[in-house]
């Protein structure tokens, strides 16, 4: 079975800083996309960034950037400058395979202190 | 385009009532996925659609929890006989099956008194 472990909880970054939250997976599947979405305070699931596991290059979006480790099964994302509107649960999402449902994680709850 | 819609938002019932919730996909996203989410948990996958046809089901969608997509446009998922350990919040996906990123609705929360 696939798993999803985000092992932090919480975290805390203060305004303008840089914070990395991490990832790990298991799965048997070679070919799979990874993604970060964000759910801020009784608000709705938006999706932050994307990495289909073929590529090499590490996805960027902005201030949002990934490093994703496929022979380490780790995706960790990585917010640069952070604001106050990055405030939010942050939740790794693997599908596994095209066009599945997607498995996440528990969630790292992200606060940014002013 | 516009996101992806649920109604209602919110859903207040007694115990062994019957539920309905909708939702109305981003046009032309072909695939359609329920979700379940607890408080200060990560969503669990309950279904999801291809157009009409319903391919997958959890093992969490008890037979109290029906889900349709009859058309192939918007969805509706029903839960009978409501129990307390179904109060939740019931999320809405759609995506395009050649981009294969899923976007997701502002869900129903639900409260079984």
């Known amino acids: 079975a696939q798993t999803v472990t985000q092992s932090q909880p919480e975290m805390s970054v203060q305004e303008a800083e840089t914070v990395t939250l991490s990832c790990t997976y298991d799965t048997s599947e070679s070919d799979y996309y990874l993604f970060w979405y964000k759910q801020p305070p009784s608000r709705q699931m938006i999706l932050v960034i994307r990495q289909e596991a073929y590529k090499q290059q590490n996805a960027t979006e902005n201030r949002f950037s990934v490093n994703f480790q496929k022979a380490a099964k780790s995706f960790s994302l990585k917010i640069s400058d952070s604001q106050l509107g990055d405030a939010a649960m942050y939740f790794c999402a693997p599908p596994w395979r095209a066009n599945s449902k997607l498995t996440f994680g528990k969630g790292i709850t992200l606060s940014v202190r002013p | 385009d516009t996101g992806v819609s649920q109604n209602p938002r919110h859903k207040i019932t007694k115990r062994g009532q019957n539920v309905t919730f909708r939702c109305d996909p981003i046009s032309e996203h072909n695939r359609l996925y329920w979700y379940r989410q607890t408080l200060g948990q990560g969503p669990e996958f309950l279904t999801y659609f291809q157009n009409e046809a319903q391919l997958e089901k959890s093992r969490l969608l008890s037979d109290r929890f029906s889900a349709e997509r009859p058309k192939g446009s918007f969805s509706t998922l029903e839960i009978q006989r409501t129990e307390q350990g179904d109060s939740a919040m019931y999320l809405c996906?759609?995506?395009?099956?050649?981009?294969?990123?899923?976007?997701f609705g502002p869900g129903t929360r639900l409260t079984v008194l």
């Open positions: 996906a759609s995506s395009l099956v050649r981009t294969d990123t899923q976007y």
